[in-house]
T-cell receptor, first 112, second 111 residues
Framework: EPEVTQTPSHQVTQMGQEVILRCVPI?????FYWYRQILGQKVEFLVS????????KSEIFDDQFSVERPDGSNFTLKIRSTKLEDSAMYFC??????????FGQGTRLTVV | QKEVEQDPGPLSVPEGAIVSLNCTYS??????FMWYRQYSRKGPELLMY????GNKEDGRFTAQVDKSSKYISLFIRDSQPSDSATYLC???????????FGAGTRLFVKA
């Protein structure tokens, strides 16, 4: 069964460093998303990406964040200068339509 | 008022019980309604999605949407210990680019 794959599973970084979280969406999917979940809190929408551009973003997704689809298979989330409060699980998701989203297993980001 | 409200529980039931999980919402623009299941430290897994009002059934799961009341439900029949997880409601407006999640309800099914 096709699945969304995320790497790394766990990333530890120092405050102020840049991190890139990587995702391989399900092939043939056209819609791509990033969500985050701070420990013990709800899943929060960050950004959606369709037709090679951002279609919607939340207030969390400020200038520190960027997304890219560098080739036909990968979808990345970059955080330019990490802060302690960026520590969370980051989930990538993809969908064949704009309604369903299939999630990866997440990358646990720990900022120290 | 939060956009999506969901009782975090925990909800504990005996094996075989019928489970009812619910969410309310305030944004009348929501058209698509989803239920996800999330096991500890895993990504959410899509269980069901419905468009607009009505019922949808899939095996032991039934999703109901009442847009007039801004209320959605998920029923689990013949609950099993393997159903123990956090259940997240989620919804989006037309186009579905941005999905808003509820806080999730933790469910424990006791053998």
């Amino acid at each position: 069964e096709p699945e969304v794959t995320q790497t790394p599973s766990h990333q530890v970084t120092q405050m102020g460093q840049e991190v890139i979280l990587r995702c391989v969406p399900i092939s043939n999917h056209l819609y791509f998303y990033w969500y985050r979940q701070i420990l013990g809190q709800k899943v929060e929408f960050l950004v959606s990406f369709y037709n090679n551009e951002i279609s919607e973003k939340s207030e969390i997704f400020d200038d520190q964040f960027s997304v890219e689809r560098p080739d036909g298979s990968n979808f990345t989330l970059k955080i330019r200068s990490t802060k302690l409060e960026d520590s969370a699980m980051y989930f990538c998701a993809s969908g064949g339509s704009g309604t369903e989203a299939f999630f990866g297993q997440g990358t646990r980001l720990t900022v120290v | 008022q939060k956009e999506v409200e969901q009782d975090p529980g925990p909800l504990s039931v005996p094996e075989g019980a019928i489970v009812s999980l619910n969410c309310t919402y305030s944004n009348s623009a929501f058209q698509y309604f989803m239920w996800y299941r999330q096991y500890s430290r895993k990504g959410p897994e899509l269980l069901m999605y419905t468009y607009s009002s009505g019922n949808k059934e899939d095996g032991r799961f039934t999703a109901q949407v009442d847009k007039s009341s801004k209320y959605i439900s998920l029923f689990i029949r013949d609950s099993q210990p393997s159903d123990s997880a956090t259940y997240l409601c989620a919804m989006s407006d037309t186009g579905g680019f941005k999905t808003i999640f509820g806080a999730g309800t933790r469910l424990f099914v006791k053998a």
